[in-house]
Each structure stands twice: as structure tokens, then as C-alpha cells.
């Protein structure tokens, strides 16, 4: 009993010298309400002194609660540190025992104790922590999934309409500047009817790498749909602007696609605004890059028109 209730107190200590260090007891209070309850659950119970006499009954509600304990705060903290506190919980056992004249801590059965004891602690800390990490990396790749567009990897329309509708409340209030490119692939349909829609599939893929080649790390490129795509470029002047388009449309066209033992080279028609210049509203600003792109769209299809590419 006396060596479950020291480790009780440890735990106490270094969860809460933990939660007020790592600043969670702020980040995360949903979390941390769980673990303080069941602290003060364990403080009461061994205050009150429950079940006088039943020293089994009193020895299994404290470990059950203290598994309990360990698994909320594995959940709370994550492994490194739970697995530290349980870590440190050991060292503070193995000194109380080195400081008691009756214990001999290089004996055999002093070690089958402290295994027996801190062993189910530690399991239990280890498998938590475990668990908690894939239920994060599951929910990161759910949320991954609902931003971005699964064939590109870029941003989808509405996270990418998200991003700009913020962009654009930034400029409006301090009269900032940005563009905004809208980028269309070439005979698209043509490469599908002649090749599949998996080379079509390829095509879309390149122009997509291309892009993130192309743009800054500040930048934003997504699939829009189809074979367009959209690019918001923050504090970007028209004359950067049209320095990335240019950049766009060289990576793609001299990155070639191996269809059926053909390299085919891919071309865009690029359409791009600049806020305030070209107009002041997201719809006004759309309209206009549409009808360029459609424009843009026209004379590459004019005779000689994909030399000039």
C-alpha cells in the first residue's frame, strides 16, 4: 500500500508540474479536465480512507484509478512525456527505496517488486500513447483529404476560395495588393480521346508539379476542377505576375509526356488579375480572369500558335 501510494504522489507531482511547464493546462483544457478529476478523485479517496480494513479492495480501486490516471494523461500529454513521467516515477522509486535501510535495491526481489509494480504503468502509458498517435495521424490525413484534391495534391476549390476570400479581406483592410492566375491545359480532350483518360490523367498530374515548381512557398496553387487550375499570389505587382506565368508555361512545356513511346508536350492558357487593378470584388475578379483565360485560350489555338509556347 505504501509503495502504491508513493506512486500515486509522483504521478500527482509530475502531472501537474508537466500541465503548468508545457503550457497545455491553456492550449488544451478539454483535455486537461479529465486528468485533474481524476487527481482529485484519487486525493479524495486516499484522504477519506475508504473501505477501513479492506486493504485488497482499497489496493485494487487505487490501481485501477491510477491506470485510468495514466491513460487520460497519455492522451493529455503524448508519449514523450508520459513515457518520461513514468520514466522519472521509477528513478523517484528506486531513491526512496536506496534511502530505506531495510530495502536492498540490488536485490532480486526488490527488482521482481518495482517491475511488478511499474511495469503495468508503463504498458499502459506505451499503448496509449500508441493509440492517441494513430488516431492523430488519422484524423491529419481525414482533414489532408478534405483540403486537397486527391489526383494533384494541391488544394481543392473550396479550401483554395477559403485561402483568397482571406487574402482578399487582408488587402481590402490594408490596402495590400495580390494576383490571381487561372491556368487551363491545352487539348486536354484531345489526349483522352487518343490516349485514355489516364494520359489525360498524367497530363493534369505534370501541370500540376509544374506549378508548385513554378511558385513560391508563399504562394497557393489548386485544382479547380477538370484541366483548370487557380494560383493566388500574395503582394504579387501585375509585373510579377506575369514574370510566374511565364515561368509556368516554360516548366510545362518543356517537361514531356512518354504516352504509348510519343512525348508529348503539353501546353496552358493562362489567364491572370491583379487586386486592386483589375477590379475590387472576388466575383468581379473571377469574371475578368475567366474571360482572359478564354481570350488566352483562343489565340493559342490560332495556326503556329504552340511555337510560341
Not at 40 to 61: C, E, M, N, V, Y
Request: hydrophobic content about 45%; proline content about 3%; some cysteine.
Amino acid at each position: 500500500m505504501r509503495s502504491t501510494q508513493s506512486i500515486e504522489i509522483l504521478c500527482l507531482l509530475l502531472a501537474a508540474l508537466v500541465l503548468v511547464w508545457s503550457g497545455t493546462l491553456v492550449a488544451q483544457p478539454w483535455a486537461v479536465v479529465p486528468v485533474l478529476a481524476f487527481a482529485a478523485a484519487i486525493a479524495t479517496f486516499r484522504a477519506r480512507r475508504f473501505f477501513p480494513g479492506l486493504t485488497r479492495t482499497r489496493l485494487s480501486i487505487e490501481s485501477w484509478s491510477m491506470v485510468a490516471f495514466v491513460i487520460l494523461s497519455a492522451l493529455t500529454l503524448g508519449r514523450l512525456v508520459t513515457l518520461l513521467q513514468v520514466g522519472v516515477i521509477a528513478l523517484c522509486h528506486l531513491g526512496l527505496a536506496s534511502a530505506s535501510p531495510h530495502i536492498d535495491i540490488l536485490s532480486l526481489g526488490y527488482a521482481s517488486q518495482v517491475v511488478g509494480q511499474i511495469a503495468p504503468f508503463l504498458l499502459v502509458a506505451f499503448l496509449t500513447t500508441t493509440l492517441s498517435a494513430d488516431i492523430t495521424e488519422a484524423r491529419e490525413r481525414i482533414e489532408n483529404l478534405a483540403q486537397t484534391d486527391a489526383l494533384t495534391g494541391l488544394y481543392n476549390p473550396r479550401t483554395f476560395n477559403q485561402i483568397w476570400q482571406r487574402e482578399h479581406a487582408s488587402c481590402e483592410g490594408g490596402r495590400g495588393t495580390y494576383s490571381l492566375l487561372m491556368i487551363d491545359i491545352d487539348r486536354l480532350k484531345n489526349i483522352n480521346e487518343t490516349f485514355g483518360h489516364d494520359a489525360g490523367n498524367s497530363a493534369i498530374t505534370l501541370v500540376a508539379e509544374c506549378l508548385q515548381r513554378s511558385i513560391r512557398a508563399s504562394d497557393t496553387a489548386a485544382r479547380l476542377g477538370g484541366d483548370e487550375f487557380g494560383v493566388l499570389l500574395p503582394g504579387a505587382t501585375p509585373e510579377m505576375a506575369d514574370s510566374v506565368v511565364k515561368r509556368v508555361r516554360h516548366n510545362v512545356y518543356k517537361t514531356t509526356l512518354d504516352l504509348r513511346s510519343r512525348m508529348i508536350r503539353c501546353t496552358v492558357s493562362v489567364g491572370v488579375v491583379c487586386y486592386p487593378k483589375d477590379g475590387r470584388d472576388v466575383r468581379e475578379l473571377m469574371s475578368a480572369v475567366e474571360d482572359k483565360v478564354h481570350r488566352d485560350k483562343e489565340l493559342r489555338r490560332a495556326p503556329g500558335a504552340e511555337s510560341n509556347a
